[in-house]
């Protein structure tokens, strides 16, 4: 007997669900269906799960083709259930191609195509389930992706470049279900859209998206004028959207716990930010502007918007190409300075030093699940641990879905006049930069 296992959430059940239990069944005598705990959803990172185990279960029950349905409780458990129950094949959406290919030792592995445009279910007409697009005029998706996999009810389906040779190349690579090369139709099908092309481009496709009422998350600068960003975050209000820039950090649970706890005087009065970034760490390398626009909100996050003065002096080389930036921001109680290497290895770090203790994010504190404290008169360095998983897109993502259920027009975790701010800031550093 030729036996067959298959794992995944079954959260709000669809055809693409549906379709992979029946196509596992049809490659083995008898069928095994995994359904992932609550609390495995939450060790590996899964997101905004609806559903109850109890109802994922039924679903998969009521498709009548598992022939048991188990529990995957924990990290490695594939391993255990494979020999446990004398498993031939184990089988997933090509989603996850290449990700199981260490249970080869065990079993076959057999990756299926993941079914496309399950959205155009009931769910989606009742604002449960989301299409994704994304604006790109390159093949990298900056893990928009797959980290989208990881929170439940939002699907990527479509993708638009003005290169009709780029939107079908990234259509192959991510699997998506269609390519456009008309933005107008390429946003007809859409609820949400990801821009992250190239920055000039970037607020004409914003401003369309918007007028047509689509939720927009844009890379970061957005535009590179306070006065325009303001007034697309009217339009943004006006069309009851939100509109989001991607700077994770502000989502990450990590940095909003260290913001409350600055704030709640954990290290006494704020005395001065430093944080440090070379810009080749930096999502592998990414302009200035949207590096610095990340330590930029941090400072405004601890130490707020009424920044008094902005200073920036930078280092070139013998051909006048930027190396070294130190940038400082003056505030009435505290100082903050912001250290970019372009071309140079800076340590990464945010440190928040206080009149009775210290604060450090070690490494890429942009992109982080940890913090330690250092208080004076305690013996012992505090350390702060929080689940993190990925590259924080999806905990952006997370909050969005939140935003729409909750039908909020502004995001709480960066106020658009906080956005305006770092814009405004920028802008000063660019001028004397
Ligand atoms: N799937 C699919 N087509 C879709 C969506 C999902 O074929 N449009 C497949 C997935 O590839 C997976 C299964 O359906 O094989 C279940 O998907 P999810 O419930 O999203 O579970 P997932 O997070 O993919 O977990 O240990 C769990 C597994 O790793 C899969």
């Known amino acids: 007997m030729k036996k067959v ?20 069944k049809a490659l083995g005598d008898y069928l095994i269906v995994g359904v992932t705990s609550e609390s495995f959803d939450i060790e590996r990172g899964k997101l905004n799960v609806r559903d109850s185990l109890i109802k994922r279960i039924e679903n998969v029950r009521r498709t009548g083709l598992a022939d048991e349905i188990i529990i995957e409780e924990y990290q490695g458990q594939k391993v255990s259930d494979i020999i446990k129950y004398d498993i031939d094949v184990l089988v997933v959406g090509s989603d996850w191609r290449g990700k199981f290919d260490y249970l080869k030792n065990y079993c076959d592995v057999v990756y299926l195509e993941r079914t496309k445009n399950i959205s155009s ?49 990234f259509c192959d690579k991510y699997e998506l279900d269609s390519w456009w090369n008309d933005y107008e139709e390429f946003l007809s099908d859409v609820d949400i859209v990801y821009i992250k092309c190239r920055q000039k481009d970037r607020e004409e496709y914003i401003r369309k998206a918007i007028e047509k009422g689509k939720y927009v998350i844009s890379d970061s600068p957005a535009v590179l004028s306070p006065d ?68 930029i909100c941090v400072v405004v996050k601890l130490l707020g918007k009424d920044c008094l003065e902005v200073n920036t002096n930078a280092v070139t080389d013998r051909n006048g190409d930027f190396v070294y930036d130190m940038i400082t921001m003056k505030y009435k109680t505290a100082l ?40 004076a008169g305690k013996e012992f360095l505090k350390r702060y641990s929080f689940n993190f998983e990925g590259n924080g897109f999806r905990y952006l993502l997370q909050e969005l879905m939140i935003m729409i259920r909750d039908k909020r027009t502004e995001c709480t975790r960066l106020f658009y006049d906080e956005s305006v701010k770092l814009m405004e800031i920028l802008e000063t550093i660019n001028q004397k930069g």
């Not at 296992?5 to 596992?24: E, M, P, Q, S, V």
């Not at 604006?135 to 989208?148: K, L």
């Not at 290497?341 to 340590?347: A, F, N, P, Y």
């Not at 009775?356 to 992109?367: H, I, Y």
Request: aromatic share 10%; net charge negative; glycine share 8%.
């Open 228 to 295: 325009k960003l303001r007034t697309l975050f009217q339009m943004a209000r006006d069309n009851h959207v939100v509109l989001i820039e991607r700077l994770t950090l502000v989502y990450l649970r990590a940095f909003n716990q260290l913001v409350w706890l600055v704030h709640s005087n954990l290290v006494g009065d704020l005395v001065s930010v430093k944080c440090a970034i070379s810009q080749d760490d930096f999502e592998g390398g990414k302009p200035f502007n949207e590096t610095v626009i990340h330590a």
């Open 336 to 375: 903050a300075t912001i250290e970019i290497g372009t071309t140079v290895d800076v340590e990464d770090e945010l440190v928040i030093i206080g009149s009775n203790g210290r604060v450090t994010v070690p490494n890429d504190w942009w992109n982080t699940g940890y913090f330690e404290a250092n208080i």
């Open 5 to 24: 296992i298959t794992y995944g959430t079954f959260d709000l059940f669809h055809k693409g669900h549906y379709n992979i239990i029946k196509r596992a």
């Open 121 to 169: 279910t009931k769910l989606r007409s009742e604002g449960i389930i989301f299409n994704m697009g994304i604006v790109t005029d390159d093949i990298q998706d900056n893990g928009f992706v797959q980290e989208s996999k990881y929170v439940s009810g939002v699907h990527v389906e479509r993708v638009f470049s003005e290169t009709e040779e780029v939107a079908r190349d």
